[in-house]
């Protein structure tokens, strides 16, 4: 129970990708929230975009920019939940995985398309 809580401290469980939300909204039917490690989801994220874990991990690392986002969002409480489209081969939040990793979260929820 503590772990759902700590999540839905940050996550808001109910809302959008961040990035593309009109393009993902036509595919609700097949989305689905699935918990994973942090770790797990930056190596789905790096095979989608060709890179090993520790590439996309540093391709993201220096982006003060959207961390400063991610920080705000997380303190009201609605940071968005990261996706892994396998239909589209896309995945967007990795950013966040990354923080949330840095906050110590073991799992966290994740969109899932499939077809």
């Keep these: 129970m503590l772990f759902r809580k700590r999540i839905k401290r940050f996550f808001n469980i109910y809302g959008e990708p961040f990035m593309n939300t009109m ?5 609700q039917s ?3 929230i699935k918990f994973m490690s942090p770790d797990k989801y ?5 095979a989608m975009l060709g890179l090993t874990p520790s590439q996309a991990v540093a391709s993201r690392i220096k982006d003060d920019q959207s961390y400063a986002w991610i920080i705000s969002a997380a303190r009201k409480g609605k940071l968005t939940i990261p ?3 396998y ?3 896309k995945q967007d939040g990795l950013h966040r995985v990354i923080w949330a990793k840095k906050q110590g979260l073991k799992k966290i929820p994740v ?3 499939k077809k």
Excluded: H, P, W
């Design 42 to 46: 930056i190596e789905e994220s790096a």
């Design 111 to 113: 969109f899932i398309y």
């Design 23 to 27: 393009e993902y909204k036509t595919k």
């Design 87 to 89: 239909v589209a081969n």
């Design 83 to 85: 996706m892994l489209d």
């Design 30 to 32: 097949r989305k689905y």
